[in-house]
């Protein structure tokens, strides 16, 4: 399957009040930004949360972008900046070096493509995301609230974008290995399940996963350079 999204960003003044966004419906999506920024951070930002909010899953991502800046960054100078210690043909840094290292790390071993659509031309994704991006540097603008949307969701997906951070006195221990055939507790799920809010809490999270599904989680781990613990700690 491949997800479809628009990632979009609004800055008031460039520099100014700045807000990102990225869009798949109505039901998922997701916003925020800052109080000051420019307009290529906001869209560096929005493809970033995109691949944030997407890591759980293994299907193929077609990201819609009006930024050439940002398509080409990712796609045409990025591997060459960071051969160079992230400098330029010219020799001067980067700009945006920190977002630019955040998404060479989330792009690492995902099935992506990027495709140019123009602003501000009635593309329903395009449009969704834009208007997002803008009510959020708005707000910023009026100090006003920021609707953040829905997060990442999807009927059938395990693992939603937004839930309590862990401390360190919180973190699960994940434990994943092979079995023949996946089994999934029976009823409705139960926020109450980890008490995150407990500081002597200390929970175990136990996954079984086919065959496939572990050989293709052992592979996303090596790639990233971490243990399968690591790994499904940072999704849980």
């Not at 160079?84 to 060479?104: F, I, S, T």
């Not at 989330?106 to 329903?124: I, Q």
């Not at 500081?199 to 050989?215: C, F, I, M, R, Y």
Request: with cysteine; net charge neutral.
């Amino acid at each position: 399957m491949t997800i479809i999204a628009a990632a979009d960003g609004s800055a008031l003044g460039n520099p100014g009040p700045a807000g990102w966004a990225w869009f798949v419906n109505d039901s998922c999506w997701a916003a925020g930004g800052w109080k000051h920024a420019t307009n290529n951070q906001g869209e560096l930002k929005a493809v970033l949360e995109l691949f944030r909010a997407t890591a759980h899953l293994d299907d193929d991502l077609l990201v819609l972008c009006d930024s050439q800046y940002v398509i080409n960054s990712i796609t045409k100078w990025m591997r060459g900046w960071k051969a160079k210690g992230w400098r330029k043909a010219d020799g001067k840094p980067v700009m945006n070096l920190d977002l630019l290292q955040e998404l060479d790390e989330a792009l690492a071993g995902r099935r992506y493509r990027f495709e140019w659509v123009k602003g501000h031309a009635n593309h329903p994704l395009n449009e969704a995301a834009d208007s997002r991006a803008r009510a959020v540097s708005e707000a910023y603008q009026r100090n006003a609230p920021i609707n953040a949307g829905p997060g990442w969701v999807r009927e059938g997906d395990a693992a939603p974008v937004r839930r309590p951070a862990l401390t360190s006195a919180t973190k699960a221990r994940a434990v994943a290995s092979p079995a023949a055939t996946p089994k999934l507790p029976a009823g409705p799920s139960h926020p109450e399940l980890f008490a995150f809010d407990d500081p002597d809490a200390s929970h175990t999270v136990s996954l079984q996963l086919s065959a496939d599904e572990h050989a293709r989680l052992t592979e996303r781990a090596a790639r990233l350079g971490v243990s399968v613990g690591e790994l499904l700690h940072g999704l849980i």
